[in-house]
């Protein structure tokens, strides 16, 4: 069974300073996507990885994937409040498709001013 | 552009009684899905379609029935609902499975007391 945990679950961070959210899983994949959500709202898609060593940046928001630690990270830098926003990993499944797709619990990411 | 729309928004049930949040995508998306999402816990992934006509069990079925009568749309219903029922749903829909992004619906927010 493939299990996705992320760390930290809460983070609470100053702007403008920088952090790393993990995202670990258990058994092979090199397909893993990062989502958000603002409150009461739906997932955004930000980051699609699909292989060993991609890396991906959009704004203040860099993502990386290493297949064989089976980690991926999410770099936040120079923090703005704007980035305040609940952050899921979901992780495909090897030889399966988006219907395989287990996501993590979240990070909670609170920019306080 | 209405992507991925989802009905109703915000539904009280009483236990046992039954009803249907329909799930309508303008994308022409082969695949749709039916996630929920419980406090401090990822999406997991109740049913999907792999194309009109189709249907297949997700990580969490039991309790929930689907049907995918038309490709545009993806229904989900509760034949007895039950307060474990009690959850997020987001719907959501991707062109084919697997490398590619899943777009989600704005959520129903269900309530069975």
């Known amino acids: 069974e493939l299990k996705v945990e992320q760390n930290p679950l809460f983070l609470s961070m100053q702007e403008g300073k920088n952090y790393t959210i993990y995202c670990n899983y258990s058994?092979?994949?090199?397909?893993l996507y990062w989502y958000r959500q603002d409150p009461g709202k739906s997932l955004e898609s930000l980051f699609v990885?699909?292989?060993?060593?991609a890396v991906k940046q959009e704004g203040r928001l860099m993502a990386s994937l290493d297949t064989k630690a089976r980690l991926s990270t999410l770099h936040i830098t120079a923090a703005v409040h704007d980035l305040s926003a609940t952050y899921f990993c979901?992780?495909?499944?090897?030889?399966?498709?988006?219907?395989?797709?287990?996501f993590g619990t979240g990070t909670r990411l609170t920019i306080i001013p | 552009n209405a992507g991925v729309t989802q009905t109703p928004k915000f539904r009280v049930l009483k236990t046992g009684q039954s009803m249907t949040l329909l799930c309508a995508q303008d994308?022409?998306?082969?695949?749709m899905y039916w996630y929920r999402q419980d406090p401090g816990m990822g999406l997991r992934l109740i049913h999907y379609?792999?194309?009109?006509?189709?249907?297949a069990k997700g990580e969490v079925p039991d309790g929930y029935n689907v049907s995918r009568l038309k490709k545009q749309n993806f229904l989900l219903g509760l034949e007895s609902a039950a307060p474990s029922q009690t959850s997020v749903y987001f719907c959501?829909?991707?062109?084919?499975?697997?490398?590619?992004?899943?777009?989600f619906g704005e959520g129903s927010w269900l309530t069975v007391v």
């Open positions: 379609s792999v194309g009109e006509g189709t249907t």
């Open positions: 959501a829909s991707s062109p084919f499975s697997g490398k590619n992004t899943i777009y």
């Open positions: 994308m022409n998306h082969e695949y």
């Open positions: 979901a992780v495909e499944k090897a030889n399966f498709g988006n219907e395989k797709l287990t």
């Open positions: 990885l699909l292989s060993n060593g």
């Open positions: 058994t092979t994949s090199d397909r």
